[in-house]
């Protein structure tokens, strides 16, 4: 009880003094929130709240605060998304035109681009369509694999990190 009394006095004597001194209101609030058991009035009395509206008078929103300092926008650092490449894997049983026309509708390929692919799949066992995003490779992986399985043929499409 009687460091509680010490205390109201302390923020009395200091809400009194701070007429000279303007201080920000959220101050006082911390200074009282930090008083458990306190009822507000025994705080602050109408001397007190006049006082509050004298520092709070003193602001001006619309006016540059800043006192001349220079505050320079930063630029976000972006960086480039990781890229897959999408791939075909060779099988002995997907005849090769339905490799081409999947190259060509899926991968945008003109025939004779994707006849070379489509000869690389079947010479070296795999062969790349293209370089893409992780959600664009996983999409067209997807898409390659599920019209395969729809025309009942064996061909696997996967992606592996570039």
Same mark, same amino acid.
Request: aromatic share 12%; proline share 4%.
């Given at each position: !009880?009687?460091?509680?009394?010490?205390?109201?006095?302390?923020?009395?004597?200091?809400?009194?003094?701070?007429?000279?001194?303007?201080?920000?209101?959220?101050?006082?609030?911390?200074?009282?929130?930090?008083?458990?058991?306190?009822?507000?009035?025994?705080?602050?009395?109408?001397?007190?709240?006049?006082?509050?509206?004298?520092? !709070?008078?003193? $602001?001006?929103? $619309?006016?540059?605060?800043?006192?001349?300092?220079?505050?320079?926008?930063?630029?976000?650092?972006?960086?480039?998304?990781?890229?897959?490449?999408?791939?075909?894997?060779?099988?002995? $049983?997907?005849?090769?035109?339905?490799?081409?026309?999947?190259? !060509?509708?899926?991968?945008?390929?003109?025939?004779?681009? /994707?006849?070379?692919? !489509?000869?690389?799949?079947?010479?070296?066992?795999?062969?790349?369509?293209?370089?893409?995003?992780?959600?664009?490779?996983?999409?067209?992986?997807?898409?390659?694999?599920?019209?395969?399985?729809?025309?009942?043929?064996?061909?696997?499409?996967?992606?592996? /990190?570039?």
């Amino acid at each position: !009880m009687l460091v509680k009394k010490v205390q109201q006095r302390k923020v009395k004597t200091w809400l009194k003094a701070s007429v000279l001194q303007p201080v920000p209101f959220v101050f006082l609030f911390v200074i009282y929130l930090g008083l458990k058991y306190t009822n507000i009035g025994t705080i602050l009395n109408t001397q007190s709240i006049f006082v509050y509206l004298v520092i !709070m008078s003193d $602001f001006d929103r $619309f006016k540059d605060n800043d006192d001349g300092l220079a505050v320079e926008e930063a630029k976000p650092k972006l960086k480039r998304p990781p890229l897959y490449k999408v791939i075909l894997l060779n099988d002995d $049983f997907t005849p090769m035109d339905f490799v081409i026309e999947i190259l !060509m509708d899926f991968f945008a390929m003109t025939e004779q681009k /994707a006849t070379q692919v !489509m000869l690389q799949i079947h010479t070296q066992g795999v062969g790349v369509c293209g370089t893409y995003s992780k959600d664009v490779a996983e999409t067209k992986v997807y898409i390659v694999n599920d019209y395969s399985r729809e025309h009942q043929h064996p061909l696997m499409c996967s992606m592996e /990190a570039v």
